[in-house]
């Protein structure tokens, strides 16, 4: 069977990784979370004090961006990368809905976006992947072979989100929630540099009303057809 690439771009909280981590283990292929190196570099810019509240110091963050080491570590108990920022397991930390306030602006930042995408081409040149993220089938890998756009309305992918932090014990409230992914989307597909937007090629999938079992059979199916 040869290798091929898989990108699954779309909204926030559309569920994308849930299905992206499924397929990989299905096909053997390996995953890869980009919105995690964002969200890291984010992180990075909060603690040394580059964006908060008061607005954000772009040029300091870019100087110091160099420091920022990122790495994915297999986590062999829980079966899925971690994301490690300086030696640092961040994983949780950039889960959290402070750093998801800021990661719209960091990401927005064009020096940004050069290291994480060429990081991002280095990790699936040999193919065999599957990506998620915001721009990896118009940017990253614009001739992935499969290409997935998954879309589902703003309550629908709020409530997931509200949901799934309130599971891991953060206080937070379901407006605050909302309101945090439409400033996302807004954000997200109005910067200047790969904006989020559908590729000509992707195949838009709206899973609003679909159970996770059925998004994975449907998925997989196209995976099957093109490999
Ligand atoms: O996928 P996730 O919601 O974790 O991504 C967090 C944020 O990282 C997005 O809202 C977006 O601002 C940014 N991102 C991006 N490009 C990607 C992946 C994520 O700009 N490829």
Redesign the pocket.
């Known amino acids: 069977m040869q290798k091929i690439t898989i990108a699954v771009?779309g909204y926030?909280?559309t569920g994308?990784?849930t299905i992206a981590k499924q397929l990989a283990k299905a096909l053997e292929y390996i995953y890869v979370?980009?919105?995690?190196?964002?969200?890291a570099v984010t992180l990075f810019a909060m603690r040394n004090g580059f964006i908060g509240a008061d607005g954000q110091n772009t040029s300091a963050l870019v100087q110091l961006l160099p420091k920022a080491h990122l790495k994915f570590k297999y986590n062999e108990e829980m079966g899925y990368s971690e994301m490690y920022l300086n030696g640092e397991n961040v994983e949780k930390e950039i889960r959290s809905l402070a750093v998801?306030q800021q990661?719209?602006k960091v990401?927005?930042i064009e020096e940004v976006?050069y290291k994480?995408v060429d990081m991002q081409k280095e990790i699936g040149k040999e193919k065999g992947i599957v990506m998620?993220?915001?721009?990896?089938g118009t940017v990253?890998f614009p001739d992935a072979e499969l290409k997935i756009f998954m879309t589902a309305s703003p309550e629908t992918r709020a409530f997931r989100r509200y949901k799934e932090l309130l599971g891991k014990g953060e206080k937070v409230s379901y407006s605050e929630v909302l309101k945090n992914v439409q400033e996302?989307d807004y954000?997200?597909s109005h910067r200047e540099f790969?904006p989020?937007r559908r590729a000509a090629d992707a195949i838009k999938f709206d899973n609003s009303d679909m159970g996770l079992e059925e998004q994975f059979e449907r998925i997989y199916n196209y995976a099957l057809r093109v490999i």
Request: hydrophobic content about 30%; charged content about 35%; aromatic content about 4%.
């Open positions: 771009d926030s909280s994308k990784s979370d980009t919105g995690a190196m964002y969200r998801s990661v719209s990401s927005a976006r994480l998620d993220g915001r721009d990896i990253v996302r954000l997200d790969s989020l």
